[in-house]
Structure formats: C-alpha cells, structure tokens
C-alpha cells in the first residue's frame, strides 16, 4: 500500500489530539481547593495521570510535522521557512498574550515587570519551531541519534548542575532562567520554571520522537503493520524510560529524560491502538465528540485559558462552583463537576466549527 495521500487525514491522530486536549482543559480547570490526585501535577518527582496530558500533546506536534510538511517533500526553501517562523512566532505571541491577559483581569495590564515570559504555547512554540527547522534540513535518518543526543546532552545538565535540586539557588534550570529572564518574569511556585528554557532541549527531544514516529505513520507500509510498530517502539520506549528511572527519576518540572521516553512510548502505544481501532477496522461511530476537540485543538485551548482566567476575574467560576457544592457535597467530586461542566462549555463553542467545517489555523 501506497503511503497516505496529502489530502488524507489520519483520523485516529485527530481523536488522540481531541482527547488530550479535552483531558488537558479537564485537569486544568478544577474548581474549589481539593481535587483527586491523579487530576494534578506531581509535586516534584513521580508521574499522574494529569503530567501525561502536556507530553502526549507534544509527541503529536511532532507527528503533526510530519504531515504537515510532507506534502512540500520536507524541502527547506523560502515559503517553508517562512511558515515555520511564522507559526513558531505566533504560538510564542499567544503564549505571552495569555499570560498578559491574566495580568489585566487582576487589574495590572501596564505590569510587564512581571509578565511571565514562560508558558504551554510557547514551550510548543520552540519545540515545533527547533524540530520543523530540522525536519527540512537534516536526513531524516538522524532524526532519532539527534533525539538521543538531546537527551543525553540534557542528562548532563541535570547531573552536573542539580537540575533535580529543589532549591532554586542551586538547580542549573533555575538559575539559567533568573540569570537571563529575572524572577519577576517567571513561574515562581516551583523551584524551577517548567517551561523554562533549558528544558526545552528535552522538550525539542520529545517533538522528534514524535516526528519520527510521524516517518513510520507515512512509510509505505499496509495501516495495520503501521499500528503493530508504533506499539511495539512504544512498549520499547517505555521499558527504556522506566529503566532510566533508576538513575534519573519521572519529573515533569523539569521534563526529564525518563518522563519524555515513557510518555512518548505510551503517546505511540495509544497512537498505535488507535490507528488500529479507527483506521484499520473503521470503527469509527463514538470519535465524533473527540474531532470537536481535535480539529480545533490549538483554538480550544487558548479558549479555555482566556476563559478560566475570565471566569476567575468576574467570580463566574466561584458562583458556578459553590452551586454544584450544594449538590454535590463532597468536594473532590465537586471540583471533578465543575472541571466536566468546563469542558462541556468548550465543547460547545467548538460544536459550531466543526459542524461548518471551521478549522481556526495558527
């Protein structure tokens, strides 16, 4: 079988987008003080299902730049060069335009002393950027050594400068960041900035995998072999980056070596089975609800930042809060309501588009 035309769509690459993104706005936006713990991030080490949701994301960027730029035979002449940097830089500016818009809705628009430089949309937007550049320029043979070099390179870091320290003082990331950005322009709750600049080496690591898995996804081979490989390097990824736990544990902080080969190998697992599920057998009657999300997965996003950063400003979140607390007494099930009813809510802004064939395109 022939490799994927350029006008085909890889359906299961939409729904596994779609549910990440929607699992991204649920873990994100729980209301009250108390949630389940699997719904937020590990303090410093350890892995929940909430760490997974961001990881998953960017291994399909990776593979979104397979597709996206195979149809130009992966040459780096000036149109594509040109695409690049503009995506690259318009994700970067949404990023800080949502960090600004959090600023203004506490009544400080005119703070930039203290506009967080750092965020999701511009961790993807370097990523994509580095890996899009090197998806055009270099053989893709290299792809995977250049991913491993990354992560070996990054591993240094982290050994030899206390990336895994909790004492900002002390850890390499940390005092990257303050050195060239300022206190005042970062994330301050942790001892590092987990979009930080340093960790976007592992970052730019974890796109390639995916672009690389996005090589095999348009190899010329029949779907259903496509969807055993992706498994099978998964499972392999995985065992690899559980094994490396014994030296350098699961940290999203700082997105360590082991939590980008375990999240990309589940990230291809899923894919794989996926693939299977929906392109290979065709069983395809319960994804509509996830090509909501899917098709509009960038747009929905930004939507429910600016939304939750709304909500909070004006006490929407606070009022729609306290009425599902006098139904629902227990509070970890009641932040749960509230965070199902949030993304119900983007949901139906992104109903409309996708009903009308809208795709909002960065």
Known sequence: MSAPS??????????????T??????????????????LVHSKWNGL?????VFPFFLFMVGVSIYLSFRKFDFLADRAVLVKILKRTLGLF??????NWFDLACKGRPLDFAHLRI??????IALCYGIAALLAVTINRKAILPLAALLLFAYTAILLFGHGYSQDPSLNILSRVDRALFGENHLYTKSAVDPEGLL????G????????????????PVEKGRKASLLACIGAVLAVGGLILTLSLPLNKRIWSPSYVLLTCGMASVVLGALMYIIDVKGWKGWISPFLVFGMNALFLYVLSEVLCIAFGATGISDAAYGLIEGVVSAPKWASLAYAL????VCWAAGYPLYRKRIFIKI
Not at 6 to 19: K, P
Not at 212 to 218: L, M, P
Not at 341 to 344: C, E, K, S, T
């Open 21 to 38: 993104v929607a699992l991204m706005i649920l873990v994100n936006n729980g209301g009250g003080s108390e949630h389940f713990p699997t």
């Open 93 to 98: 500016l949404i990023g800080l335009a949502i």
């Open 6 to 19: 350029n006008r085909e769509r890889l359906s299961s690459l939409d729904v596994m987008r779609g549910a």
């Open 341 to 344: 009813l949030f993304v119900a």
């Open 204 to 219: 730019v690591a974890h796109t390639l995998i995916g672009l690389w898995c996005g090589f095999i996804i348009g190899s």
């Open 48 to 52: 929940t299902l909430c760490d997974i």
């Open 199 to 202: 960790g976007t080496i592992s």
């Open 118 to 123: 750092w965020g999701v949309m511009q961790r």
